[in-house]
Structures are given as structure tokens and as C-alpha cells.
Nanobody, 121 residues
Framework: QVQLQESAPGLVKPSQTLSLTCTVS??????????WTWIRQPPEKGLETIGY???????YYNPSLKSRISISSDTSKSQFTLQLDSATPEDTARYYC?????????????WGQGTQVTVSS
């Protein structure tokens, strides 16, 4: 059974870099057709896909965030990481790490519990 667990600081100051890590258990991160995805939900808004790193290391970034984000993985630790630069209060959201399969129309079948991140001075 796949399990995902996010870790992140709860509070980040504006202009700082936000870093989140997802630890994966129960499956190899290099399984074919696995897309390790970050999704967020700002308060009172819908879900937004931030991007993913694929089983083979390819990455996809949401065009609206592309200039500020980077997703990487360390398969030896079964972890993948999101870095978001120049954080603003608009980046306040609950952040989820998610396993997607069935590219290109990804099915997000396994979710972490999410972690709340607030950007505020």
C-alpha cells in the first residue's frame, strides 16, 4: 500500500524559499508510469496542480509557477521535494504530495494527508 507523508515548515516569511518534502513508502519511486506530484489548495479555492517528477526523472511544472518552482527526487531516500522561491501570501495553501498514474490524463489515486503552509510576516 502506497503511503505519502509531507513535511514542511508551517510558516514562511514573504520572499523566502518554501521547501516541502514528501516521503514515500510501500512502493518504488521508479515504477513505470508513476508521477510524483505536488498539488495545493489555497483557502476557499480549488485544487491546483503545481507539477510533478516522473518515475524516469522528467519534470512538469505548472506554467503559472514555472519561474519559481523546482521539483526533485532522491529515490535512495524515497523522497521528492518541492522548492518554491520568492514566496508570497498567495502561496498560502494546504500542500499535498500525490501519486499520479495513467499519463497523460493522470489519475491521482494516492494522497498524503497534506500540510498547511502559511506565508506571512
Amino acid at each position: 500500500q502506497v503511503q505519502l507523508q509531507e513535511s514542511a515548515p508551517g510558516l514562511v516569511k514573504p520572499s523566502q524559499t518554501l521547501s516541502l518534502t514528501c516521503t514515500v513508502s510501500g512502493v518504488s519511486m521508479t515504477m513505470d508510469d508513476y508521477y510524483w506530484t505536488w498539488i495545493r489548495q489555497p483557502p476557499e479555492k480549488g485544487l491546483e496542480t503545481i507539477g510533478y517528477i516522473a518515475y524516469d526523472g522528467r519534470t512538469y511544472y505548472n506554467p503559472s509557477l514555472k519561474s519559481r518552482i523546482s521539483i526533485s527526487s532522491d529515490t535512495s531516500k524515497s523522497q521528492f521535494t518541492l522548492q518554491l522561491d520568492s514566496a508570497t501570501p498567495e502561496d498560502t495553501a494546504r500542500y499535498y504530495c500525490v501519486l499520479g498514474t495513467g499519463h497523460p490524463d493522470l489519475n491521482f489515486g494516492s494522497w498524503g494527508q497534506g500540510t498547511q503552509v502559511t506565508v506571512s510576516s
